[in-house]
């Protein structure tokens, strides 16, 4: 489920043991987190609570380490990552990652252990860490879509559908079916989110 934060003077966020504050822009504007905002790498304009859609990073089966295997770096998607955070210096950003139903084995502690794992590669790659926050969610956040997305059976589901278990199952109840995991799969994911937009912080009094 999703939040609702208010912009008002100075925000808050906890970095590992430290509190970190940033003065937040644009005062009293409203950020729905249950009604996230998409934006492209390439996009100029961004706010807080923007939500990045990135390359896809794939993970090695029951492990938080990022999948490097024949043709596929999970690392070449973290580097497009970097770069984007380096031409944004001045963003602070969650890396969240997540799964669905399906996934017996993935729970919120494996979820959070796979955005550690690309907040470590995102430092190792340059990037400051008070900058990054690591969020599993387990399946607590269905993906909701950005466009309108063409099922294999060539079903059409429009942009702004929530990918929920009831969805899903409504959708293409054969499990087995590709439309079925094929929405499965959308919902296992990594995602970066806006925190802030005005890095280094204003530090307290």
């Not at 939500?51 to 380490?65: E, G, H, S």
Request: proline share 5%; charged share 25%.
């Amino acid at each position: 489920m999703g939040f609702t934060i208010y912009n008002s003077g100075i925000r808050r966020f906890v970095v590992g043991a430290a509190v970190i504050s940033f003065v937040v822009l644009n005062s009293f504007s409203k950020i729905d987190f249950a009604k996230p905002k998409y934006k492209t790498i390439n996009d100029t304009a961004f706010e807080m609570g923007d939500n990045v859609i990135i390359p896809k990073i794939l993970y090695q089966f029951d492990k938080p380490a990022v999948l490097k295997n024949g043709n596929y770096n999970g690392m070449d998607s973290l580097r497009i990552i970097s770069y984007f955070l380096r031409d944004h210096h001045n963003f602070v950003v969650e890396i969240g990652n997540h799964t669905d139903k399906s996934c017996d084995y993935c729970d919120s502690k494996l979820t959070q252990a796979r955005a550690q794992a690309c907040v470590d590669s995102l430092i190792k790659l340059g990037i400051e860490p008070k900058r990054l926050m690591a969020k599993g969610y387990g399946e607590a956040e269905p993906f909701t879509l950005y466009q309108d997305v063409i099922l294999p059976s060539g079903t059409v589901v429009k942009a702004g559908t929530i990918l929920t278990d009831k969805f899903i199952s409504l959708t293409a109840p054969d499990e087995k079916s590709d439309d079925h995991q094929f929405l499965l799969q959308m919902n296992r994911r990594t995602e970066l989110r806006i925190l802030a937009t005005n890095f280094p912080p204003i530090l307290p009094k």
